[in-house]
């Protein structure tokens, strides 16, 4: 079975603060994904990363940044955190197919609360 | 772009079935993805539709309708532990990200 790691279930920080959520994956995927999830607006991709070392914006990438140094770990990092950014975040790994899409697998989330 | 439509909430019995739709309109059609995530939980995989049709999976069934943009989940004989939101969603153009619907509340009563 794939298992997605993040590093904390819940975390309490302050504005201004520079916060980092890690994420690790088991299965040598190559895609990893950072997602917020709120009330009525589902989940909004961040970012995304197809290798090490590569990343691509989402849809909300403003005031986030990511690093892939190991095709392992994911992380997400709030450069000054506010509390617009309080949120559950979810990381998802997939494998790339060009002819069917593979399921991405998630992590069980981390609730971040910027105080 | 892409764009997802399901309903908010939805409520049912135990024992009962109960069919959840998802409409969307999407650029270029690469299959329709549909997860399951119970509050507080991570969103875990169901069923992916990428031809016209249902596909059954024990009490889940899944259909697809590509020239109407229309898919449903079907849950048969519904269990309290059913209680969950379920997330419809389609890849982008591009291929490996996806764009997901709001989700829908499903609430299972005795």
């Known amino acids: 079975d794939v298992k997605v790691t993040q590093s904390s279930r819940y975390l309490v920080k302050r504005t201004g603060e520079k916060v980092f959520l890690e994420c690790v994956q088991d299965?040598?995927?190559?895609?990893m994904f950072w997602y917020r999830q709120d009330p009525g607006l589902g989940l909004r991709l961040i970012y995304f990363?197809?290798?090490?070392?590569?990343?691509e914006k989402g849809d909300i990438p403003e005031g986030y940044s990511v690093s892939r140094e190991k095709k392992e770990r994911f992380s997400l990092i709030l450069e000054s955190a506010s509390t617009n950014q309080t949120s559950m975040y979810l990381c998802?790994?997939?494998?790339?197919?060009?002819?069917?899409?593979?399921?991405?697998?998630f992590g069980d989330g981390t609730r971040l609360s910027i105080l | 772009g892409q764009n997802i439509d399901q309903p908010t909430e939805m409520t049912a019995t135990e024992g009962a079935i109960v069919q959840i739709n998802c409409t969307y309109q999407?650029?270029?059609?690469?299959?329709l993805f549909w997860y399951q995530q119970h509050a507080g939980e991570a969103p875990t995989f169901l069923s992916y539709?990428?031809?016209?049709g249902l596909e059954e999976k024990g009490r889940f069934s899944s259909f697809l309708s590509r020239s109407k943009g229309y898919s449903y989940l079907l849950l048969k004989e519904l269990q309290m532990k059913d209680s969950a939101s379920y997330l419809c969603?389609?890849?982008?153009?591009?291929?490996?990200?996806?764009?997901f619907g709001t989700g829908t509340r499903l609430l299972v009563s005795p």
């Open positions: 998802a790994s997939s494998n790339p197919d060009r002819l069917l899409n593979q399921p991405q697998h």
């Open positions: 299965m040598d995927h190559e895609n």
């Open positions: 990363s197809y290798d090490v070392k590569m990343k």
């Open positions: 999407t650029s270029g059609f690469n299959g």
């Open positions: 539709n990428v031809l016209d």
């Open positions: 969603a389609v890849p982008r153009t591009g291929f490996q990200k996806l764009v």
